[in-house]
């Protein structure tokens, strides 16, 4: 029995699974909005939520002059940077494309600076045509 289990399947195993997780968080981070299955768009929230999560935690408005701080020997400064670099790599850990990571950081967590949560919102389009599926569009709010 699957009582309690906390984890959408998605009758994949897991490598075909992580991978098909990672493709979709990339692709709908760089277009902002996708259609995909209901199952799936439910199974790719979390994803994407804890990937703007990382942003807003790693954004830095103007790394230069930070860099400047940390070369002048303030240790706050140099623990931002590194805190910054980290959550980065975490990011680019995870996700397939280098230019979605800094779009990640520089474009999308500006825009919910004030947000606590809930960066993506699901919408049901109707069942697909040929096997009706119900599909969905997930977005960015």
């Known amino acids: 029995m699957r009582h309690r289990v906390p984890r959408h399947r998605l009758g994949r195993p897991a490598d075909q699974r992580k991978a098909l997780l990672r493709a979709l968080t990339t692709e709908l981070l ?21 990937i703007i999560t990382l ?12 860099y400047d701080k940390a070369k002048g020997g303030d240790q706050a400064a140099a623990d931002e940077l590194a805190r910054s670099l980290h959550l980065h790599r975490q990011a680019a850990a995870f996700l397939y ?33 040929g096997d009706a599926t119900p599909m969905a569009i997930i977005q960015l709010v």
């Open 30 to 50: 760089r277009h902002d909005e996708i259609v995909t299955t209901l199952a799936k768009a439910k199974a790719v929230q979390p994803e994407v939520e804890r």
């Open 55 to 66: 942003g807003k935690k790693g954004h830095v408005a103007d790394h230069t002059a930070l």
């Open 97 to 129: 494309d280098r230019e979605v990571v800094t779009r990640v950081f520089n474009e999308i967590a500006p825009r919910y600076k004030e947000r606590v949560g809930g960066y993506t919102r699901i919408i049901k389009a109707g069942p697909r045509r």
